[in-house]
T-cell receptor
Framework: AQTVTQSQPEMSVQEAETVTLSCTYD???????LFWYKQPPSRQMILVIR??????QNATENRFSVNFQKAAKSFSLKISDSQLGDAAMYFCAYETSPGGGADGLTFGKGTHLIIQP | KAGVTQTPRYLIKTRGQQVTLSCSPISGHRSVSWYQQTPGQGLQFLFE???????NKGNFPGRFSGRQFSNSRSEMNVSTLELGDSALYLC?????????????FGAGTRLSVL
């Protein structure tokens, strides 16, 4: 079974600074998808960024970018110019194939990101 | 376009009762997945429905069931509630168009079992 590990239960960063959240995963598959979701206090899970394993290029969405190291099975999220609205739980997630796959999304335990004004 | 809608937002039940949660997907989305979120176990996949058929199922007891209607709306049912079923239940819908599948989540239903 696939597993996703987020080793940082909580991270704190000053507003406008850069922070990197770590994620590692374990799989025997070669074709899969990786995601970062954000869950603010409102509880709604919001997709931050998505990476397809077969693509070498790291995904970028405005201030959010990933460092995808397929051989190392590492998928970290970098948030540049942190804003107060970035404060939330961040979940790393894995999916074997489109449409939910065999196990749906497999999530890590999450990292609580605190933004200091 | 309206997002994923889950009703009710909050629910309080007692042990032994049963409960039904509802999820209306984004218009045009045919896949609906359900997840359970608890402080101890985190987010766990319950099941996925596509075109009224359950395609995938997570490791949950048979007390957890679901169904999907022809308009893609989905319901999840939990029978004989236990204290450990207290959780946030999240529903996600996706278009499932080839390799471009992305799951969009609702705000969840918070179930408390007393």
């Amino acid at each position: 079974a696939q597993t996703v590990t987020q080793s940082q239960p909580e991270m704190s960063v000053q507003e406008a600074e850069t922070v990197t959240l770590s994620c590692t995963y374990d799989t025997s598959e070669s074709d899969y998808y990786l995601f970062w979701y954000k869950q603010p206090p409102s509880r709604q899970m919001i997709l931050v960024i998505r990476q397809e394993a077969y693509k070498q290029q790291n995904a970028t969405e405005n201030r959010f970018s990933v460092n995808f190291q397929k051989a190392a099975k590492s998928f970290s999220l970098k948030i540049s110019d942190s804003q107060l609205g970035d404060a939330a739980m961040y979940f790393c997630a894995y999916e074997t194939s489109p449409g939910g796959g065999a196990d749906g999304l497999t999530f890590g335990k999450g990292t609580h990101l605190i933004i200091q004004p | 376009k309206a997002g994923v809608t889950q009703t009710p937002r909050y629910l309080i039940k007692t042990r032994g009762q049963q409960v039904t949660l509802s999820c209306s997907p984004i218009s045009g989305h045919r896949s609906v997945s359900w997840y359970q979120q608890t402080p101890g176990q985190g987010l766990q996949f319950l099941f996925e429905y596509f075109s009224e058929t359950q395609r995938n199922k997570g490791n949950f007891p048979g007390r957890f069931s679901g169904r999907q209607f022809s308009n893609s709306r989905s319901e999840m049912n939990v029978s004989t509630l236990e204290l450990g079923d207290s959780a946030l239940y999240l529903c996600a819908s996706s278009l499932y168009l080839g390799r471009s599948n992305i799951q969009y989540f609702g705000a969840g239903t918070r179930l408390s079992v007393l």
